[in-house]
């Protein structure tokens, strides 16, 4: 079972890797949920997750959600002490800070440029990360870790990213500029004046086969030879 959902992490992140350009080290935004959670299971994050990811890990948080866990009282005392050693992402909700929830998906703002994990067990904030492409969702079931398999909006992004409907105006016009910069769009145009149209048949190949024929007055010479002989004999 282990070997397995080891396979399939394997597989999601090289999807990540591949189509999202996510390199080490993977920063993984954790909200109270995912906190308190790992605290109730026994769940080591610091330790277990860059095995589970195959990679340096960074764990992060935003000061916003250290405030949500600070109005929470005890009953999420061990989830704030565990928050409190990630790394503080700035958000922008310095003068009037936000839910975890709604801070963690302005994060994740315009493509996820900052390539961030999102970890958490609220499952209407999952549900929102889904509907964003490139967003990795972790949660925490069976007393593991799990990184969930890839959304259908991050799928038909990669899906329409290579049929090349996704490429901006601007990205295309820096082709062209780049080619015209290096010479290449002259040299094409060359190439395309130098090619020749694909001409017909050779003329002297479509003429008929002159067939031998007999020409009036023209008989065989065995006929040529009798008619002489008779001549002599009249």
């Known amino acids: 079972m282990r070997l397995t959902r080891q396979k399939h992490a394997k597989k999601n992140m ?3 890797k591949h189509n999202f350009q996510f390199r080490q080290p993977f920063q993984v935004l954790l909200d109270g949920t995912f906190c308190q959670a790992a605290l109730r299971n026994k769940i080591q994050i610091r330790e277990q997750l860059p095995g589970y990811l195959d990679g340096i ?5 935003t000061r916003c959600v250290l405030k949500e866990l600070e109005s929470l009282g005890k009953a999420l005392y061990g989830a704030k002490l565990i928050a409190q050693r990630c790394q503080v992402r700035n958000c922008s ?19 996820n440029p900052h390539h961030f994990f999102i970890a958490t067990q609220d499952q209407d904030l999952a549900n929102k990360v889904k509907k964003k492409a490139g967003v990795p969702l972790l949660f925490i079931i069976q007393n593991t870790m799990v990184l969930d398999k890839p959304s259908p909006k991050s799928l038909a992004f990669v899906q329409k990213l290579q049929t090349n409907h996704l490429v901006p105006e601007h990205q ?6 780049l080619k015209e910069k290096e010479g290449l769009a002259r040299q ?7 090619r020749k149209r694909a001409g017909g048949p050779n003329p002297l190949s479509c003429l008929k086969k002159k067939k031998k024929k007999i020409q009036e007055g023209q008989e065989p010479s065995a006929e040529k030879k009798k008619r002489r002989k008779r001549k002599r004999n009249r």
């Open 14 to 16: 090289g999807f990540y």
């Open 57 to 61: 890990t960074q764990l992060c948080t």
């Open 93 to 111: 909700h310095h003068k009037a800070p936000v839910s975890g929830s709604v801070c963690l998906l302005s994060m994740i703002e315009e493509g």
């Open 172 to 177: 295309k016009q820096s082709i062209v500029q």
């Open 188 to 194: 094409e145009g060359e190439k395309r004046r130098k």
